[in-house]
């Protein structure tokens, strides 16, 4: 049996987890997107849950590319409609988020801030671009957003996509520790997948995309992060840091 460490870190996902960003900014801004490029292509929300199976929005749209009978024909002019169409859509995204069109989840307020003050440190290991999280933190923590986080790791220090590990990696070399002493929090398969690749307890707060999905390996699976806990050690009656801790133990044991 291994000697349980402390939690030290929480590594937060970003979309789907910290916001329903999927669903409400990335899916919306595609849609703006194509009309831009003037395609009349449109994902709905089921059919943008499909392509959600794809990590990384340009991935996502390059594959898509390749199911469309009105596409270029060329590899070349595949890829750079693919980056042109991802430009567009970050653009977009930071539009929507500027009109306000995307909130932080439940507890994705209070439980980080009450982590801070209790001395365990946030970090960000996302798919995302950073440009997106610049768009996005203000809204969600305000603008001195940055100096509440110690690691943060995005599309730029990671290229290979969730279920791969790497950005765990780069997030838990950023914090110096080791992923025994800290909790990834995951609203996806693929993030979750990616979190156990790097030897990470995981919970996770299934977004409107994975309400439905199996979470093999996951420490607790719940709605939101104030849910009432139900594992070992947990009391009250949203998730607080001490049902953290108890949930991490758990898992170290
Ligand atoms: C998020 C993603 C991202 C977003 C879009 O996955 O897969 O690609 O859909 O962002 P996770 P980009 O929450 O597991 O990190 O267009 O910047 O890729
Ligand atoms: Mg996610």
């Not at 994705?108 to 290991?125: D, F, K, T």
């Not at 520790?177 to 030897?199: M, T, W, Y």
Request: glycine content about 8%; hydrophobic content about 45%; aromatic content about 8%.
């Amino acid at each position: 049996m291994s000697k349980t460490k402390a939690l030290r870190a929480l590594i937060f996902d970003v979309d789907g987890t910290l916001a329903e960003t999927e669903r409400d900014g990335h899916r919306v801004a595609f849609n703006r997107a194509f009309a831009a490029q003037g395609l009349d292509w449109h994902w709905d929300v089921p059919t943008y849950g499909r392509w959600l199976r794809i990590s990384g929005g340009r991935e996502r749209i390059r594959a898509y590319i390749d199911t469309r009978d009105d596409a270029p024909v060329e590899t070349s002019e595949r890829d750079a409609l693919a980056a042109a169409l991802h430009r567009r859509k970050n653009r977009a995204y930071a539009d929507v988020v500027e009109q306000g069109g995307i909130s932080a989840r439940r507890g994705v307020l209070r439980l980080p801030e009450a982590s801070v003050n209790e001395g365990v440190r946030l970090a960000i290991a996302t798919t995302t671009g950073r440009g997106n999280l610049d768009a996005l933190f203000p809204r969600l923590f305000g603008k001195g957003w940055e100096t509440r986080f110690d690691a943060i790791a995005c599309a730029e220090d990671a290229p290979n996509k969730k279920p791969d590990p790497q950005v765990y990696h780069v997030a838990l070399h950023r914090l110096g520790i080791d992923a025994s002493e800290a909790l990834a929090v995951e609203d996806s398969p693929a993030g979750l997948a990616a979190a156990r690749h790097a030897h990470l307890a995981c919970l996770v707060t299934r977004s409107a995309y994975f309400r439905r999905a199996a979470f093999p390996g996951a420490a607790a699976v719940v709605d939101d992060l104030d849910t009432a806990p139900d594992w070992p050690g947990a009391r009250g009656p949203r998730i607080g840091l001490d049902a953290l801790r108890a949930l991490h133990a758990t898992m170290r044991v």
